[in-house]
């Protein structure tokens, strides 16, 4: 009987610790069909941690629940308060799948790019803590961020800012400071995503997160990883840090159910082709027509796999949503392998809550894919380019258009460039164009008219080997109007072992940020631009290469002749001839046997 009153004992004090945690765990998947048989996924997952104490140093430990506890010590150690990552893949065409999705905030720049709001004294230690946390990152999600230094890393000063509430709310003992880097030439990887499956409470075994492959999610068409870590604080001054992992990308349904038909890239049959049967078409000619517009498209053949069941630790159900026209498609949610139609929920929107162990699998069927939701379209438009061929000197041109007839667009445009492309921001001008009437004029950086379009900027320029040229421009588009800006800029010289192995290819430019906000300053909307590929002089690296032969061939033919030298003796043709008889072996083999013979002849003579 005591044995079973202790036992209820230890079970009612862990329910009550268990009940006094703050930590919550939240995940929904979205599918959102797009034109020509493109498929939007979004898996959002939302994580809150227990309350946390920066400047209590009486408890020696922290308890986790299901905030990941390899990412919790990092934040402490480093002092940071604010942490965003991005692991980003591909070309996002707004004109095809219209705005970025949530507006562009859990999206970055292909490559990797990482800012953070870290607490210190001063400028000198926040950078070591800086380089402390890129460091241990670079270790947690295997990726090449401890390349990143004060040479490639800059501080923002009106794009990228916090948004945590901690600042407004918590009275912080140091100052923050705002840092930010981004590396555009780093591969992303299946190696980026198991570390982002492993701060999931699930660990990718059930939920949604079962869902990620690597090889399906890095085989789309654009897609973008996003780990962002903010500390807001409630009226009592409680703090937490909230953590939200996404990914989203799309994918290209009829491209991978063609590969999962042929592996192998091979002609499509003759039977199989669509030909214009209005043209000439047989054996040789066919003029194809546009894709199918019937699909069915089951996320396991495009995940390769189904959801694993619910999630043990969500505290709240997960959800599976599809946004389509319900008129047309057909969705369907496969309940071990029973087929239930979704049930539309108060927001109008198909979704279906996961429950038990049962696994899901998720089918949406149509036969007009080319009827889908309309397209929200972005609030401005943006390009960016490169200019000019010589090799000592170039231009960058960038390009905005405002889409709207009725609104101006206020927005910041961010652009960090390396140390060896010396701006020279005085050739700055500013080319606006009415898009209805076609006329232009243009605007140089020393006119004061400019004002009215690009009232303030901030530029801190660069220095040899020690940090960026750093260029942000607070400017206003009107509407039905596109805005271009030129400058020149020159390449410097790079030492040697400064180049990467692969020098002829070129050197990525980050992409730059554009962040749309409005008359509150608020932000809206957020985009990057195409990284641009830099060609800088190169010398020939073959010359090392044929100088080190052609001076070792001239060595070993002097050593040889010298060696020579100093060993042989120089002889006439009849001394060698006498030397050769005197030492030829048949001489020296009958000098042997007459040695032997008159040795036993001794032995008979004694």
């Known amino acids: 009987m005591l044995r079973n009153w202790g036992f209820w004992l230890i079970v009612s004090q862990f329910s009550l610790v268990f009940c006094n945690q703050k930590g919550s765990f939240k995940e929904r998947l979205d599918f959102t069909p797009l034109p020509k048989n493109n498929l939007l996924a979004s898996f959002n997952f ?34 940071t308060r604010e942490l965003h990552l991005r692991f980003s893949q591909g070309w996002w ?28 004294d001063n400028k000198t230690e926040a950078e070591g803590e800086w380089i402390h946390l890129v460091n241990s990152l670079s270790g947690l999600f295997c990726a090449s961020l401890n390349f990143i230094d004060n040479v490639i890393t800059t501080n923002p000063v009106y794009s990228l800012q916090p948004t945590s509430n901690f600042i407004n709310k918590f009275p912080t003992e140091g100052d923050l400071f705002l840092f930010r880097s981004a590396l555009p030439r780093e591969p992303v990887c299946t190696e980026n995503l198991t570390p982002f499956l492993d701060l999931l409470p699930s660990k990718g075994k059930n939920g949604l997160s079962s869902l990620l492959n690597g090889h399906k999610v890095y085989d789309s068409q654009w897609n973008s990883m996003s780990i962002d870590v903010e500390t807001n604080c409630d009226d009592e001054l409680n703090c937490h840090y909230d953590l939200k992992q996404n990914i989203h990308m799309i994918v290209n349904t009829k491209r991978v159910l063609s590969k999962l038909r042929d592996p192998l890239p091979v002609p499509t049959p003759g039977n199989e082709l669509r030909c214009d049967r209005t043209k000439k078409h047989d054996a040789y000619y066919c003029f194809p027509l546009v894709d199918s517009t019937d699909i069915k498209i089951d996320m396991r053949e495009i995940f390769g796999n189904i959801i694993n069941g619910e999630n043990t630790v969500t505290t709240e159900k997960s959800r599976v949503c599809a946004h389509t026209v319900p008129e047309v498609w057909k969705v369907l949610a496969k309940v071990n392998d029973y087929d239930s139609v979704f049930a539309y929920s108060e927001v109008k929107e198909p979704c279906y809550e996961i429950s ?88 140089p950086i020393t006119d004061r008219s400019i004002v009215s379009y690009l009232p303030e900027f901030y530029y801190e320029p660069m220095v040899d080997r020690v940090r960026p040229s750093h260029l942000e421009l607070k400017l206003v ?60 002089p190169t010398p020939d690296f073959s010359m090392p290469y044929n100088v080190i032969i052609l001076t070792s061939t001239v060595m070993a033919l002097a050593f040889g002749g010298i060696f020579n030298l100093i060993v042989k003796r120089v002889v006439t043709e009849e001394q060698a001839e006498y030397y050769y008889q005197q030492n030829s072996p048949k001489l020296r083999l009958r000098r042997l046997i007459a040695r032997i013979s008159a040795k036993f002849q001794k032995k008979k003579a004694d």
């Open 477 to 536: 588009l009107p509407p039905n109007f596109s805005m271009r800006l030129a400058y020149k800029f020159d390449k410097l010289m790079l030492k040697y072992a400064e180049y990467p192995p692969d020098a002829n290819h070129g050197f990525e430019i980050e992409p730059a940020i554009v962040t749309v906000v409005d008359k509150f300053n608020k932000v809206i909307y957020e985009a990057r631009t195409t990284p641009a590929l830099l060609t800088l």
């Open 93 to 120: 065409d707004s004109e095809l799948w219209g705005s970025l999705p949530q507006n562009g905030s859990q999206s970055g720049g292909t490559g990797v790019e990482v800012w953070a709001v870290i607490e210190a």
């Open 46 to 79: 939302e994580i809150k941690s227990d309350t946390v104490n920066w400047y209590d140093t009486s408890s020696t430990y922290s308890h986790y629940t299901v905030f990941p506890k390899s990412l919790g010590p990092i934040l402490e150690d480093t002092k």
């Open 356 to 443: 038990g162990t049962d696994t899901l699998n998720i089918e949406l069927k149509t036969d007009r894919s080319d009827i889908t939701l309309p397209l929200k379209e972005p609030p401005l438009v943006v390009s960016r380019s490169l200019t000019g061929y010589s090799q000592d000197s170039g231009g960058l041109r960038i390009d905005f258009r405002n889409p709207s007839d009725s609104e101006e667009v206020n927005f910041v445009y961010y652009q960090s460039t390396p140390w060896y492309m010396k701006t020279y921001l005085h050739t700055l001008k500013m080319t606006l164009t009415n898009n209805t009437s076609g006329e232009s004029f243009v605007i």
